[in-house]
């Protein structure tokens, strides 16, 4: 997708660096031989590599992905501990800003809604996710609209199921990398690795006008949210530059849901502290 | 791929059908469910099914994949006896035309080229793959360009180096798929489904005017090859017809790796023949 120009557009040349632990070695070169044999011409040069130091030289935007595809049963959170290490040596040479994809969570949002008013997906835009990237994740439609013969209208209006957007709706969202996990065997790939092309396409190509998209940045206070985790907001780009989209009315069931998910991060993050000072 | 508007264009909406057998029905659904998690713009919809006349209802373009992965020592043709019968039936109701997937070969050569010269890929054009899409067939590049800053020049004068061009490009592009599975311990799996995107593209799009590129497509006598048989020739395509490039010099040792490919498919069709009748 990268070499394609999906992440970075249709006029960028890209260089693909590819790091990977010693086991994965030649795997990894078979990948490398792999994208030269798809001759993109958008790929300008392949680096495999399992030296941390030659991966991350001169490197503009950095991708991390799970060392380990998620199995039935597992979090997300417990397949990072992993690559705690790894992480940390990263991070020494990434000064740049760190997300993490609730547009993954945001695309499922959006296909949910589509496919209940068996409309098209680039027609639904504006549901927000909160909080975690995790079953406790708040997919809010209070603000999002369809497209119709007429204009736009707000989706819990063309909906008119309050019973199935407050129930069924957030807990198919919520649930679905696991539901993915149990038809598979195998948690998401093609959405997952999709859904971080978006999210790096809206955060450096911009978002269209008038259309917000879901992502984890550091909470500045908005809504109400402590200062300093990494929770999903709502967020328009330009020029590379993510805001927060304020002002949003939050209902009672928004408010509530938005605290849950906070919470959870809070415990989370003193986990990870925890892990840092440990050992 | 599809869904991305890689194989169609960006402007053409598309509806994916995918058929596979009754144990994967589970699995296959869950790369439905993945699909529609993507959001992708082009996607209008998904059909997942064991049903072969559901899967068919409608479809303008079929794109049929090899039953198992290849694992190391296993020939292509071999895992296509898995899927004869799939085949038979498919067949009944595709009344269209049927290729197979040289460029994949194709963009090997290319890769293989560019890598030596050390220039970007996009700027190779008109290799050839003569006949079959197996370790016979024959990647030439006495035809084949290279860009330079004063325009064009032919590859075997840009690499100066025919022993190298007549012996380790060959075998290095013929042996290519087996290199890759001992590498990963999987077949192709991003090339070749890039290749095949590529190839309907070139197809359905157009090849851009000056370039060709390779398909197995029915001979009809060109070069000498006989009539009947599915080989791999140079071929340009315009508003969705392809014709062979005809009136190339083959030299001495072209003329004598297109033959001995011929005899291959010969001998694979008489194979295949003796198998639709045997049962």
């Known amino acids: 997708m990268i070499a394609r120009g999906v992440m970075l557009g249709p006029d960028q040349p890209v260089i693909i660096h590819m790091l990977d632990i010693e086991p994965a070695a030649e795997a990894l070169n078979g990948v490398k031989m792999e994208l030269i044999d798809a001759a993109f011409p958008l790929l300008k040069d392949v680096v495999a590599t399992t030296n941390v130091v030659e991966a991350c030289q001169g490197v503009n935007i950095a991708v991390m992905v799970g060392g380990f595809p998620r199995k039935e049963g597992a979090s997300g959170c417990q397949s990072s501990q992993h690559q705690r290490t790894y992480l940390e040596r990263i991070c020494t040479f990434n000064s740049g800003e760190k997300h993490h994809l609730p547009c993954l969570d945001h695309n499922r949002a959006l296909g949910q809604i589509s496919e209940k008013l068996n409309v098209h997906v680039s027609d639904v835009r504006n549901v927000i996710i909160w909080g975690n990237h995790s079953s406790t994740q708040?997919?809010?439609i209070n603000h999002a609209t369809v497209k119709t013969t007429n204009g736009e209208e707000s989706?819990?209006?063309?909906?008119?199921?309050?019973?199935?957007?407050?129930?069924e709706f957030i807990t198919t969202v919520q649930q679905r990398g696991a539901t993915i996990i149990k038809a598979r065997k195998l948690s998401s790939a093609l959405s997952a690795a999709s859904a971080a092309c978006d999210h790096i396409r809206d955060w450096v190509l911009g978002t269209p006008k008038g259309t917000w998209v879901s992502m984890g940045v550091y909470s500045d206070g908005s809504y109400g949210i402590q200062p300093g985790i990494i929770y999903s907001f709502p967020v328009t780009c330009e020029k590379g530059q993510w805001s927060i989209v304020n002002g949003l009315k939050i209902d009672e069931l928004s408010r509530e849901k938005m605290d849950a998910t906070a919470k959870e991060l809070m415990e989370e993050k003193t986990l990870a502290y925890s892990c840092l000072i440990d050992d």
Chains 1, 2 share one sequence.
Request: aromatic content about 12%.
């Open 138 to 140: 708040y997919p809010d």
């Open 155 to 167: 989706v819990r209006d063309a909906i008119a199921n309050d019973n199935w957007l407050n129930t």
